[in-house]
């Protein structure tokens, strides 16, 4: 992964630490969000749901369930 990308992942991952337990999270859209949402799979079971700004990004939330 490039040094780039690391920095985005890490970014996503901390900003998970905004994200309320029992909300409904809004995304964008763009690579470092990618990463957010990869991120945002792992405390699904603590948000009420998310929704998306385009397409790309509403597909990866739907692959994550």
Known sequence: MAA???MKKAAAEAALEYVENGTIVGV???STVNFF???LATKKDDIEGAVSSSEESTARLKAHG
């Open 28 to 30: 964008g859209t763009g």
């Open 37 to 39: 949402i990869d991120a």
């Open 4 to 6: 780039s990308d690391e």
